[in-house]
């Protein structure tokens, strides 16, 4: 009996140990610890980058290279072959708005191959090319239902549709399963010399490598304005979708909904989820050098400012949820807010407050956008109808 009770305890103690972590983080900004964030516009030889040419050929690829190392891992850049080939398709989607293609992207290396498929909706009488959205999709597939008898705000294909612009999804776990042992099985087979690097990329990185593969293929489309294609992710996706476009700068636009730590948010305030939290229950995201940094944010030479910095001056748009404390509302709008001097640049003012807007305020007209929508942790209709604006602002389309 005794044994069975000191067994229960521990199975009991296991089951509660993310909830006891979740309590026990900082959600008090009181006890926000006071920290210097490192200066985007310094180089790594102390001079400070004072137009977009410097930071183009210096800055950047230094930056890149510490996320890279510290963070994300390595980004391979080639591949021995891809092929695309249309699996289905349906002229008459979605009540005749739409065509659907659901293409199989493989990509060949090492002798190994990795498979991806795109389900794409594609607006009928709409003047071709069409701007696109792609989602890294981290949740279910029935999310991204190509019949389109399961529905979803997390991937509202008609409402994007019925803006004009074509609606795409891949799912994470045909580039890497989202499991910390299972994560090898994909994309990480044509580089096995990841694996055994401490800057190897693991999950994150492959899920940004294959929302690449699928600009690989829309530059193929005609149907596609691959000028004019916004990456979106929901938390661990938000993650992916902003280290996508830090590396790719074909993604015309990034959006990071609700990506908190190792997202959008600033990782030295350490509220909300921290390093070795994200660390412990996720070691198959990040690269090995990360574990560096449990417990210890401010020996980190970057912080996520320089992450968005990166994707100028492109736009990007960083959200929150009011009820999502753990993902660092404040951490996230600070983050936009530092990385607007490297948009400054290239003579782009953002439109961004001195302090985070009310719940429910979002702010499009801006290369840097934000909002913080009411509720909790997800990826809902209110957001994409914002990305949308925020969309059609940059793009300057009129419906
Ligand atoms: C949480 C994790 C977050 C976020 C989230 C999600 O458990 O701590 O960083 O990625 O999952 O992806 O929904």
């Known amino acids: 009996m005794k044994k069975f009770i000191i067994a229960f305890s521990l199975i009991v103690a296991v089951i509660q140990l993310p909830a006891q972590d979740h309590n026990q983080a900082n959600y008090d900004e009181s006890k926000v610890p006071s920290y210097t964030l490192p200066d985007v516009l310094k180089t790594s030889s102390n001079t400070e980058v004072k137009d977009k040419a410097t930071w183009e050929k210096v800055r950047r690829p230094e930056i890149i290279k510490l996320f890279e190392d510290n963070i994300y891992g390595q980004m391979p850049k080639s591949y021995s072959s891809i092929k695309y080939s249309v699996t289905n398709e349906n002229d008459t989607a979605m009540n005749g708005k739409a065509k659907l293609k659901e293409v199989l992207i493989e990509v060949m290396n090492n002798n190994k191959p990795v498979k991806i498929n795109l389900v794409l909706f594609v607006p009928n009488n709409v003047k071709k090319p069409v701007p696109a959205f792609l989602l890294i999709n981290n949740r279910g597939k029935e999310n991204t239902d190509p019949t389109r008898v399961a529905k979803s705000e997390f991937?509202?294909?008609?409402?994007?549709?019925?803006?004009?612009?074509?609606?795409?999804?891949?799912?994470?776990?045909?580039?890497?399963?989202?499991?910390?042992?299972?994560?090898?099985?994909?994309?990480?087979?044509?580089?096995?010399?990841?694996?055994?690097?401490?800057?190897?990329?693991?999950?994150?990185?492959?899920?940004?490598?294959?929302?690449?593969?699928?600009?690989?293929?829309?530059?193929?489309?005609?149907?596609?304005?691959?000028?004019?294609?916004?990456?979106?992710?929901?938390?661990?996706?938000?993650?992916?979708?902003?280290?996508?476009?830090?590396?790719?700068?074909?993604?015309?636009?990034?959006?990071?909904?609700?990506?908190?730590?190792?997202?959008?948010?600033?990782?030295?305030?350490?509220?909300?989820?921290?390093?070795?939290?994200?660390?412990?229950?996720?070691?198959?995201?990040?690269?090995?050098?990360?574990?560096?940094?449990?417990?210890?944010?401010?020996?980190?030479?970057?912080?996520?400012?320089?992450?968005?910095?990166?994707?100028?001056?492109?736009?990007?748009?960083?959200?929150?949820?009011?009820?999502?404390?753990?993902?660092?509302?404040?951490?996230?709008?600070?983050?936009?807010?530092?990385?607007?001097?490297?948009?400054?640049?290239?003579?782009?003012k953002s439109g961004l407050p001195s302090n985070p807007p009310g719940i429910n305020e979002p702010i499009t007209q801006s290369p840097l956008a934000y909002h913080n929508r009411e509720g909790e942790h997800n990826l809902t209709a209110y957001d994409w109808s914002n990305f949308i604006k925020f969309a059609d602002y940059h793009y300057k389309r009129t419906k």
């Not at 959006?255 to 509220?271: I, K, M």
């Not at 968005?308 to 983050?335: C, E, H, Q």
Request: aromatic share 10%.
């Open 155 to 348: 991937w509202p294909a008609e409402m994007l549709i019925d803006s004009g612009y074509a609606i795409a999804a891949i799912h994470v776990a045909d580039m890497a399963p989202d499991d910390k042992v299972k994560y090898v099985n994909g994309v990480l087979q044509l580089y096995p010399e990841q694996l055994t690097a401490d800057n190897g990329m693991k999950a994150i990185g492959a899920w940004a490598w294959g929302a690449s593969r699928i600009m690989d293929y829309f530059e193929k489309d005609k149907d596609i304005d691959a000028r004019k294609v916004a990456i979106v992710g929901h938390s661990r996706g938000g993650k992916a979708s902003l280290w996508a476009a830090a590396q790719d700068q074909r993604f015309a636009i990034c959006v990071s909904n609700c990506s908190g730590n190792t997202g959008a948010a600033l990782a030295r305030r350490q509220f909300g989820e921290r390093i070795n939290r994200i660390n412990a229950s996720f070691p198959h995201w990040f690269n090995n050098n990360y574990k560096k940094f449990n417990n210890n944010e401010n020996l980190l030479p970057v912080d996520q400012h320089m992450l968005i910095a990166l994707v100028a001056p492109r736009p990007v748009y960083a959200t929150n949820a009011s009820k999502d404390l753990w993902a660092d509302p404040k951490g996230t709008f600070l983050s936009l807010k530092n990385a607007e001097k490297v948009y400054a640049l290239y003579g782009l």
